[in-house]
């Protein structure tokens, strides 16, 4: 359904829940990334798992190169039916997959995946053979978040997957791929600027071992949004980065420092269904919200979302708890409560944007106030 299919509601009578999108402030964000990784002399490949939105992610490519970041299968069918064509799958592929890549595979002019798994590159190279396609692999480095990924420091380890995906039938050596989610632990510029710095280092200092090898690595992809963000000097050669949450922002990011608060372009529009002595409650729950308490570990009063008024102004509240479909907002001054009867809207600055925009089925866009358009969200995997 697009938007001219739909007759565009108001923020006083679209049906709350309902995801909000500042059309101003997406637009501001894309537009300083694309500056910041210009300076940084890298190419963008943005994650679009945040938004999982063909509109936004034309945006978010116009004057790059064109090629983007997935984090689903079903985020790959829908942006190759968007015209997109040149995909990373950002996750271990596994041989339960393997049929889906090769589908997907045949619907784009490249499809690239990763892996830290030196058995799996034959098997990979098999289903493309009998699929007639041909796949770009990266070698997956863990620069010290611990999630997945060869440890950047087992040379030898890294040596043989990459070995493994170079020798392969129809598959080729696309380079080495990391991400430093251990930059969402840290609380300052300067912590955020020193895991950007090791992640740079750590990778080109792989690169370097690989090539002394015999090995090219023609790619060095790296990224989050605080380490892209803390990124203050140029980057070597052949250096990509894949931000992801820049172009919406949340809490947890403005908190912690990597934006500002009127940089947060995701809210939840919410209606209050009770009001009692000290709090009200609001049609925004679990689902929702999520139930990703975002930089509570940093700030334990930040509860599941920071409260605003109809016009996003802040009221100083938050979403202290959650449940399915209801969410509680603590309300201790008496002339504050009295202004929140039942049907009062109001907006929830949410913890982890990539989490709440998944729970929905589209996004509401809005412009000054005015609802503008209505954009929708890939779902499933």
């Known amino acids: ?7 565009l509601p108001d923020l006083l009578t679209v049906p709350t829940p309902a995801l909000l999108l500042d059309r101003h402030r997406l ?8 500056a910041h990784v210009a300076r940084l002399g890298a190419r963008l490949r943005p994650h679009v798992k945040t938004h999982k939105c063909p509109p936004i992610a034309r945006k978010q490519v116009a004057g790059q190169f064109g090629g983007i970041t997935i984090s689903t299968l079903a985020e790959g069918f829908a942006f190759a039916e968007a015209g997109f064509d040149d995909l990373l799958y950002a996750v271990p592929v596994e041989p339960g997959k393997f049929g889906r890549l090769c589908q997907l595979a045949r619907q784009v002019r490249r499809l690239a995946v990763l892996t830290d798994e030196p058995t799996l590159p034959p098997l990979l190279s098999a289903a493309a053979e009998a699929a007639g396609v041909s796949l770009d692999v990266f ?6 978040d611990g999630r997945t990924g060869v440890s950047f420091d087992h040379l030898d380890r890294i040596e043989h997957v990459a070995r493994a995906v170079a020798s392969a039938r129809r598959l ?4 080495i791929l990391t991400h430093a989610g251990q930059s969402y632990a ?3 510029t300067a912590e955020r600027r020193t895991v950007a710095g090791l992640e740079r280092d750590r990778m080109a200092q792989v690169a370097a071992a690989l090539e002394q090898r015999g090995l090219a690595v023609p790619c060095i992809s790296i990224g989050s949004t605080p380490t892209v963000v803390a990124l203050d000097e140029p980057l070597p050669p052949n250096f990509e980065v894949r931000p992801g949450n820049y172009v919406f922002f949340d809490a947890f990011q403005a908190q912690c420092g990597v934006c500002a608060f009127d940089d ?13 002595e000290g709090k009200v409650v609001v049609d925004a729950g679990a689902i929702a919200l999520s139930k990703d308490i975002g930089a509570a570990d940093f700030f334990p009063h930040n509860g599941y979302g920071l409260v ?11 979403v202290a708890a959650v449940s399915q479909e209801h969410g509680r907002i603590p309300v201790a001054d008496p002339a504050l409560l009295g202004r929140l009867p039942v049907g009062t809207r109001l907006r929830v600055v949410v913890n982890h944007s990539c989490l709440t925009a998944a729970q929905h089925t589209h996004y509401w866009v809005v412009d000054d106030g005015t609802i503008v358009a209505r954009w929708p969200i890939v779902q499933g995997w």
Do not use: F, K, Y
Not at 139 to 144: A, K, P, Q, R
């Open 186 to 188: 840290a609380r300052t």
């Open 1 to 7: 359904m697009t938007t001219a299919d739909v007759t």
């Open 139 to 144: 070698v997956e480095i863990d620069c010290g």
């Open 172 to 175: 080729t050596l696309a380079g």
């Open 27 to 34: 637009e501001r964000n894309l537009a300083r990334m694309s």
């Open 308 to 318: 605003g008024d109809l016009a996003g102004q802040p009221l100083g509240l938050r």
């Open 264 to 276: 947060c372009a995701l809210t939840v529009l919410t209606a209050v269904v009770h009001r009692s």
